[in-house]
């Protein structure tokens, strides 16, 4: 009978406040790919970095290679050959690959005082070799994509002689051809006998690369299935709990005629061509396109965040300056960036900061002194309504799960009572309960007569969200559709339509 690489048993971690595993388990064999899943904040996380030695457990067992072993830190782990790739890359840019992959171990000359760079190359050359990588060795890591530094990732896992891999969101920023390619790499490493636990909320490559699906909710184990024998329709379930929000397809019948936005022949040179596009009262516009068609361009140049060359934006039927996102906001309009962490948040701040810091003139008094009591009031509102899952509103944001940060940025803005709301990926990086709620919530926000942009890459998500549908390509509007008419099939004919 083939052992077991890593064995949880029992699992226990607590934070102030929070009891983040509960009794947890989990089981990886050699050469199998193991998804763990679940809503954000489950705990998928969590027991992956006690795993790791990045916490400490309170209560359990943990054995490797059928011994029982304490991790008291991330170095440990590494050498005993386990180690995690987060979803936040942590690579150094100024340094080369070389340099990132053998950080702290570097092979040296001359007494060990100086770097050798060709052994250091030559070293890191082997590895890419055997996952058949091509990349220079001295290439700095500021000019590599997202997936080729995810591939140095990789090969540094490697360099530790890595038995077991954990990849967590390892295809959340990736193009397609991308994630077969990292796929490929996966399939390789599987047939040389390395355990891999793949933590993903895309269900759909879940049949494509996994072995088995262990699901977790609450901080809690649920359960471990065959992946070829569950449907997703039961891992959803089990994930969540509760019943998904459902919604019948938009109709474009249902939306007040009144144009809030007008944006009429918008350029900026190298990113938009001329685009041009009208959004109504309570409607949700979705923007769709491949990678680099230019949509978060076109946002960003609407709220302010990059300058244009010229066009027009007219909101309620008057033309507006904005130059500036402070402009957008005084006109009544709001933004949430695909990267909430670095332009919508202020991670180490606390909750009741991150929801109130745009609407402060609201609890002024009249001596100019803000009113704590209304601040608190006001916070504590959205956290319940929400349902954003905090200890407390003093809780900094950057504890939150991704799900519960992106709910954070979407109080900021309801309380500053935005008419406008552009929506760029807001569900990237959301577990399927979250996912849903957020849908429940545009959905509301439209039938108040708020007016929504949202950017998408996901069609299915478009589709089922969309009064109407504009498809960029190459910093151009190349087609829309009424949800009436719109298929994925007709999305992409005219997100691949590249005019002159």
Known sequence: MIEPLVELEGID?????????????????????HALVGENGAGKSTLMKVLTGVYQKDAGILRYKGKEIHIPNT?????????????????????????NIFIGREPGK??????????????????????????????????????????????KALSFQSQVLIMDEPTAALTDSEINDLFRIIGELKANGVGIVYISHRMEELKRITDRI???????????????EVTTDRIIAMMVGRELYQT?????????????????????????KDVTFSLRKGEILGFAGLMGAGRTEVARAIFGADPIDSGEIRIHGQKVRIKQPH?????????LSEDRK????????????????????KFNHAVGWLNDYQIMNASTQYVESMKIKTPGIDQKVKFLSGGNQQKVVISKWLLRDCDILIFDEPTRGV??????????????????GKSIIMISSDLPEILRMSHRIVIMCEGRITGELDSEQATQERIMRYATMRNE
Do not use: W
């Open 342 to 361: 670095q332009f919508g948040l202020m991670v180490d701040m606390d909750v009741q900061t991150n929801i109130t810091i745009g609407s402060l003139e």
């Open 248 to 272: 019948a397809k938009p109709s474009i019948g249902s939306v007040n005629q009144e144009t809030v936005l007008e944006v009429s022949k918008l350029n900026r040179k190298g990113t938009i």
């Open 327 to 335: 402009h957008a906001v005084r006109h009544g309009i709001g933004y």
């Open 13 to 33: 971690k607590h934070f102030p406040g929070v009891h983040a595993l509960n009794q947890c388990k989990f089981t990886l064999m050699p050469g199998e790919v």
């Open 214 to 228: 262990t699901v977790m909710r609450d901080g809690c184990y649920i359960d471990t299935v065959p992946t070829q």
């Open 75 to 99: 170095r440990t782990a590494q050498q005993l050959g386990i180690s995690m790739i987060h979803q936040e890359l942590n690579l150094m840019p100024h340094l080369t690959i070389a340099q």
């Open 431 to 448: 577990d399927v309960g979250a996912k849903t709620e957020i849908y429940k919530l545009l959905d509301q926000l439209a039938e108040q």
């Open 110 to 155: 001359i007494l060990k005082l100086f770097l050798n760079e060709k052994l250091l190359n030559d070293q890191a050359q082997l590895l890419f070799n055997r996952i058949k990588l091509q990349l220079d060795p001295r290439t700095l890591v500021s000019e590599l994509t997202v997936a080729q530094q995810q591939m140095v990732e990789i090969a």
